[in-house]
């Protein structure tokens, strides 16, 4: 079967992405490790796969890959989740939701690839020689489980888990036919970076665009700085800073996970292999509240965008602060700089004031919009809640289709913001019987928000932007 990689937007129709869905090392995240682990708080394991992910497996599947659950759906509720389970037999193994544990399983039943593996973990993590025998013994189910959860077949934990492997968005990106694998910014990544390495560059799904996989070096500087300095010149990059919004445009943010030296390179990169005409680099503040910049904004629609006001032009020309309040900057502003640079000039680049103004040259420049661009904001701009439910991921969705779009259900002003705008409002747990019974359509479906529940995976800092890592979106 042939395995398309094509993504030239972040709206066109989602044929194929890869997924992660929760696993048993979510459970094992403590309080004192939470944030080291990039969590912000401790997850309950059964609730976020159960009653929060599974819907979101679901829901991809009744779009991507209907085959596989149409008609199944009260089968599957009554199969103790064996469904979802990557070493269960009932897996539903799509090759559409492409699920990573599954994928890595398939690798590591090539010996020569497991025994690197096995080597490679083993060094990373530490491990004792009689623990890197005792992994050559595992199957490839159990070892795949085992290298993704930390834990081993008789439930001991042998290293820490990689709980942030739910959000695939940054173990690398699609852009056109090529990967651009990430460089992670924190330690609890390196294995997750690791293991992807592996699944690109040796899973057959990937095989003929072995060639077209980016890796960034560390530049030279770094290895001679001292270690006070050395963080300030490392290259590191996370998917979720990178955006292609068009066929010839990519977004590239610098951030508290994506350094400077990144941007330039992939920027280098981009205009070398012919893959982009233009490259905007979006430096947003390097705090936690943030993180990468589509936790500040995503696209909905061609001219339609959700994103947090504090980067508005009336944010950033204080057109709401009084007279006095404006020449004393009584409200501080929070800094964000936009450089765009061109193939063709890249020494002469263009300078934008604000998200918004980007965000309207890329409608109406690349994507040939002639209706007015509009904006949702985070929490209906209206304080505190645009702070509160950017937090909880409300500028972090995923278009399924252009103008079908996923978020959570938590995020009740903005959910209000997009029906103000004409949007249709649905909860996945009504939508997905009117699936199964066929009463909708995804093909007929538009300008949808479709809400999801979000009590236990708001948590973990991330949308549904941040889980998924299209392969093949349909030209727009």
Not at 284 to 291: A, F, T
Request: with cysteine; net charge negative; aromatic share 10%.
């Amino acid at each position: 079967m042939e395995h398309t990689l094509h993504v030239t937007s972040e709206i066109g129709t989602l044929k194929r992405l890869l997924v992660h869905s929760p696993d048993s090392g979510l459970g094992k995240v403590v309080p004192s490790k939470a944030q080291d682990w990039l969590f912000e708080d401790i997850v309950h394991l059964d609730t976020i796969r159960k009653d929060e992910y599974d819907y979101y497996t679901k829901l991809l599947l009744y779009f991507l890959d209907p085959e596989k659950i149409k008609g199944k759906l009260l089968e599957i509720d009554q199969n103790d989740r064996q469904f979802f389970k990557p070493d269960s037999p009932d897996f539903y193994r799509s090759d559409k939701v492409v699920e990573l544990q599954w994928l890595l399983a398939e690798l590591l039943d090539d010996a020569a690839i497991r025994s690197q593996l096995i080597a490679s973990v083993a060094a990373i993590e530490g491990c004792t020689f009689e623990i890197q025998q005792q992994l050559a013994d595992y199957s490839a189910n159990e070892l795949s489980k085992t290298f993704i959860s930390g834990t081993s077949i008789d439930k001991q934990l042998l290293f820490a888990p990689i709980p942030n492997f739910i959000f695939t968005r940054d173990i690398g990106i699609t852009i056109k036919d090529h990967v651009l694998l990430n460089k992670p910014a924190k330690k609890a990544r390196t294995r997750e970076a690791l293991l992807s390495k592996y699944i690109f560059f040796y899973h057959p799904m990937f095989a003929q665009w072995k060639k077209h996989i980016i890796e960034l070096n560390d530049s030279n500087q770094s290895f001679l700085m001292p270690e006070e300095e050395e963080d300030d010149r490392k290259t590191t990059l996370e998917g979720g800073d990178i955006m292609v919004v068009s066929a010839n445009h990519l977004l590239v943010g610098v951030s508290e996970r994506t350094s400077a030296e990144a941007a330039a390179m992939i920027t280098n990169v981009m205009f070398e292999k012919g893959l982009m005409d233009k490259v905007t680099i979006v430096r947003i503040p390097k705090k936690r509240d943030y993180m990468h910049i589509d936790t500040v904004f995503t696209q909905v629609k061609r001219d339609v965008w959700v994103m947090l006001g504090n980067f508005s032009r009336k944010a950033v020309k204080h057109e709401d602060d009084n007279a006095v309040e404006r020449i004393l900057q009584v409200k501080k502003e929070e800094k964000i700089k936009i450089t765009q640079f061109h193939k063709k000039c890249p020494d002469n680049p263009v300078f934008f004031d604000s998200l918004e103004d980007l965000l309207v040259d890329i409608s109406i420049n690349d994507l040939h919009c002639e209706n007015e661009v509009r904006f949702i904001f985070s929490g209906n701009n209206e304080f505190p809640y645009n702070a509160r439910e950017q937090w909880t991921d409300s500028c972090n969705l995923l278009a399924l289709k252009e103008g079908v779009v996923l978020g959570y259900d938590r995020n009740d002003k903005t959910t209000e913001a997009f029906r103000k705008a004409g949007f249709t409002i649905i909860h996945v747990k009504d939508l997905l019987p009117q699936l199964e019974a066929g009463t909708i359509s995804p093909q007929t479906m538009t300008d949808t928000l479709i809400l999801m529940p979000s009590a236990e995976l708001s948590r973990a800092r991330g949308g549904f932007h941040c889980m998924s890592m299209p392969l093949w979106r349909e030209e727009i």
